[in-house]
T-cell receptor
Framework: ETGVTQTPRHLVMGMTNKKSLKCEQH?????MYWYKQSAKKPLELMFV???????ENNSVPSRFSPECPNSSHLFLHLHTLQPEDSALYLC?????????????FGEGSWLTVV | QKEVEQDPGPLSVPEGAIVSLNCTYS??????FMWYRQYSRKGPELLMY????GNKEDGRFTAQVDKSSKYISLFIRDSQPSDSATYLC????????????????FGQGTILTVHP
């Protein structure tokens, strides 16, 4: 069982839909992240939350809206997406107070925009 | 120029072979180096973690970092079909005060197939 749980695992949505991805970490970490993984491209960092505060927004379009209600939960709200947004969206967590960057990923949510 | 370069492969080897996976990078501020393994349709799992230059061994896996050459490697000895996966290198610089927040820069990943 992974310490980072993502739901749903698969999502198909139209360009006018609104949906949300959910992430929960059971590792006691205080930092959470959203990464995007597209075919033939490196993992791209989207958002960073440290102690529930957003500390990084890596020039992500506003059609992606993150929410971090507490240090264990992270959401990614999606609206008016484009087909090129189809990708694997990975949630991750780490203990931000330590030196280094050992981050742990969830299984990912496969998103298809039609 | 990409910050991290990794040959995407694919790489196909027979069972029992020694596998060498490599990444080069351009940012001299990188101090933390990781290798992740990602099975098909799964999330990446942390395989090896090293700080600065040197070697680290864990079972059949050895990670090497050469900061002077900006080059990192992962060696897999006695490779098994279960090692078939995509291997991602990742690295980061230390943040202020010696901490950082998971701002990893990833390579593209190398697809490895170990055939029986």
């Amino acid at each position: 069982e992974t310490g980072v749980t993502q739901t749903p695992r698969h999502l198909v949505m139209g360009m006018t839909n609104k949906k949300s991805l959910k992430c929960e970490q059971h590792l006691g970490h205080n930092a959470m992240y959203w990464y995007k993984q597209s075919a033939k491209k490196p993992l791209e960092l989207m958002f960073v939350y440290n102690f529930k505060e957003q500390t990084e927004n890596n020039s992500v379009p506003s059609r992606f809206s993150p929410e971090c209600p507490n240090s264990s939960h992270l959401f990614l709200h999606l609206h008016t997406l484009q087909p090129e947004d189809s990708a694997l969206y990975l949630c991750a967590s780490s203990q931000a107070s330590q030196s280094g960057n050992t981050i742990y990923f969830g299984e990912g949510s496969w998103l298809t925009v039609v | 120029q990409k910050e991290v370069e990794q040959d995407p492969g694919p790489l196909s080897v027979p069972e029992g072979a020694i596998v060498s996976l490599n990444c080069t990078y351009s940012n001299s501020a990188f101090q933390y180096f990781m290798w992740y393994r990602q099975y098909s349709r799964k999330g990446p799992e942390l395989l090896m973690y090293t700080y600065s230059s040197g070697n680290k061994e864990d079972g059949r896996f050895t990670a090497q970092v050469d900061k002077s050459s900006k080059y990192i490697s992962l060696f897999i000895r006695d490779s098994q079909p279960s090692d078939s996966a995509t291997y991602l290198c990742a690295m980061s610089a230390a943040g202020a005060g010696g901490t950082s927040y998971g701002k990893l820069t990833f390579g593209q990943g190398t697809i490895l197939t170990v055939h029986p």
